[in-house]
């Protein structure tokens, strides 16, 4: 088992680990490698970080080494149910229309900047409960006062 991270491949996390069977190659040479930088192909870079004897071995050190944690089957479900790990801060992620849908703030009669320092807040308490936020804020809160 080999442990690779590709920085770029899932649009939810910038930094995406996967355990794979084969030992990871480098992208141009095609040179097996089991540490170190593989290559970059447009925006993506990968690594790999190291051989393990058994796939539970490899989960161990992603989960106490590297500070990885399993991605949600939710989240996975687009990309072939793979058993994919993140670093990334945040556990989850909303659309900023979804994570406001039941409790919508009233925006009406609002100054630009009074909006700006409520969508700060919006998304500080998002963060403080784990999740991350898609979208611009603001102008989904400007919006909505427009549309009063």
């Known amino acids: 088992m080999s442990i690779g991270d590709r920085k770029g491949v899932s649009p939810i996390f910038d930094e995406t680990i996967e355990i794979v069977s084969e030992v990871p ?13 593989l290559g970059q192909t447009n925006e993506y870079c990968s690594y790999a970080h190291g051989g393990f004897a058994s796939i539970e071995s490899a989960r161990t050190y992603i989960i106490d080494y590297m500070g990885g944690r399993l991605i949600s089957e939710e989240l996975l479900s687009d990309y072939d149910n793979k058993e994919l790990y993140t670093t990334a801060k945040y556990e989850q992620y909303y659309f ?20 700006e320092k409520l969508a700060k807040q919006l998304e500080s ?11 611009d804020i603001a102008e989904y809160l400007r919006d909505l006062k427009d549309s009063d």
């Open 125 to 135: 308490e998002a963060n403080k409960n784990g999740y991350y936020l898609l979208g």
């Open 25 to 37: 190659r480098t992208n141009l040479s095609q040179e097996e490698r089991e540490n170190g930088w």
């Open 96 to 115: 900023v229309e979804d994570w406001l849908q039941n409790d919508v703030p009233d925006v009406e009669g609002l100054l630009d900047e009074q909006v």
